[in-house]
Structures are given as structure tokens and as C-alpha cells.
């Protein structure tokens, strides 16, 4: 199931957009898709990264414990 979302959008943005998406030969809407599940993925990283450096009984590992943990 999909539903339409209407969005407002500089012109330069869209005119970058339509360049891609002629470039690619996909749709507006495939290109804005992926950007976003792109932006939620990230954005989920971000919020597991602060809720760990939030949590006090997570240990913190410096670089060089990780490096010898790894091996290297």
C-alpha cells in the first residue's frame, strides 16, 4: 500500500531532483523514497547512539582497546 504525500520544495531542489531522476531514468518519487529511508535509517542510528552514550552501565571502550580487542 502506498498513500500520496504532497511536499513544498525550493526550485533549485527540484530542479536538482528532475536532473537525477532524467539522469537515471526513474521517477521523482523513487529518488525522494529512497532519500528518506535513507534520512530514517540514519536518524535511528543516532538515537541508539545517544541512548547508549546516555546509559550510564553501558562501558565506554577507548580506541585502542578496541584495537587490541580486533587485534590489530
Known sequence: MSI???IRLPDGLV???TH???ETERPRS???QRALESYIADFADVQIALDRLRDQK???VSGHELRKSLGL
Do not use: P, R, W
Request: net charge negative; aromatic share 6%; glycine share 0%.
Open 4 to 6: 500520496a504525500v504532497s
Open 15 to 17: 530542479n536538482e531532483l
Open 20 to 22: 537525477i531522476a532524467d
Open 30 to 32: 523513487f529518488h525522494i
Open 58 to 60: 553501558d562501558a565506554v
